[in-house]
C-alpha cells in the first residue's frame, strides 16, 4: 500500500472509532437513566390502592402536582437523548 492510502485508511478506522465512542457514550448515559429510573420506581409502594402523591414533569424545569392511580402500571420514558 501506499503512503496515501494508509494515511487515508488510518483516518478511515479514526472516523470510525470516533463514532463508535459517540454510539458508547450515548448508551452508558442510557443505562445512567435507566438505573436511576429503576431506583425511584424502588420507592413507590406498590402494595397499596394508590393515592401517593407525586410531583409529574412536563419540561425540565415544569412539574405539576398528580397522584398513583394504580402503583403497579407506572410508565417510564427515558427520553431520545
Do not use: C, H, W
Amino acid at each position: 500500500m501506499s503512503l496515501d492510502q494508509l494515511n487515508s485508511l488510518k483516518q478511515q478506522q479514526q472516523n470510525r472509532l470516533e463514532s463508535l465512542s459517540v454510539q458508547y457514550n450515548a448508551f452508558k448515559d442510557a443505562k445512567d437513566r435507566l438505573s436511576l429510573a429503576k431506583e425511584s420506581l424502588a420507592t413507590i409502594p406498590t402494595d397499596g390502592e394508590g393515592g401517593q402523591e407525586i410531583m409529574i414533569p412536563l419540561t425540565e424545569s415544569l412539574y405539576a402536582p398528580g397522584k398513583i392511580v394504580d402503583p403497579n402500571k407506572i410508565l417510564v420514558e427515558l427520553g431520545a437523548g
